[in-house]
C-alpha cells in the first residue's frame, strides 16, 4: 500500500539526517560549503523539527534537507550562497535547484513556527573537557 508506517517514516529521515554532513559541515564533499560541525547540528535540528508536525508523504524531505542547511547557515552566522548549495546536491547526484530551495526555506520556517532558537551542547562539552584536562 501507498502509505508509510510512522518507523518507516522515522527510517527515511533518519537517512536523510545523515546526508546532512555531506552537504554542509566541515567533511562537506563540496570544499566551498564546508561548515562548522554547529552549522550540520542546526540543519538537523531544524529538519527534524519540521517533520515532527509534517510528513515526509507531503513534503520531499531532498528539499527540505537543503532549505535546512540553507536556513541553518544564515542562523549560525556562517552564511553560504545558496547557488554552492545547488552545486553540492549536484555533487551528491540528488539534484536542488536554487528556486526549489529557495521555496522550501520558506516552508521550513513556516513548518518550525519561526522558531529558530536552537540549544547545541558544543559549549559545555568543550568547558567539560577543559576540567577534565585540569583535573587529570
Do not use: W
Request: charged fraction near 25%; charge should be neutral.
Amino acid at each position: 500500500h501507498p502509505l508509510l508506517t510512522p518507523s518507516e517514516e522515522s527510517l527515511l529521515l533518519t537517512f536523510y539526517c545523515s546526508k546532512i554532513p555531506l552537504l554542509i559541515g566541515p567533511h562537506a564533499t563540496l570544499p566551498r560549503c564546508r561548515r562548522d560541525a554547529k552549522v550540520a547540528a542546526s540543519a538537523s535540528l531544524l529538519f527534524r523539527r519540521f517533520y515532527l508536525s509534517n510528513s515526509v508523504m507531503v513534503h520531499d524531505p531532498k528539499t527540505m534537507l537543503v532549505a535546512a542547511a540553507f536556513l541553518a547557515s544564515k542562523v549560525e552566522d556562517a552564511m553560504l550562497d545558496v547557488r554552492y548549495l545547488e552545486m553540492g546536491t549536484k555533487e551528491m547526484n540528488a539534484h536542488v535547484p536554487v528556486n526549489e530551495i529557495l521555496e522550501a526555506e520558506v516552508k521550513l520556517l513556516k513548518g518550525v513556527d519561526f522558531d529558530l532558537l536552537m540549544f547545541h551542547p558544543y559549549k559545555m562539552v568543550l568547558s567539560y573537557t577543559e576540567d577534565l584536562r585540569t583535573y587529570l
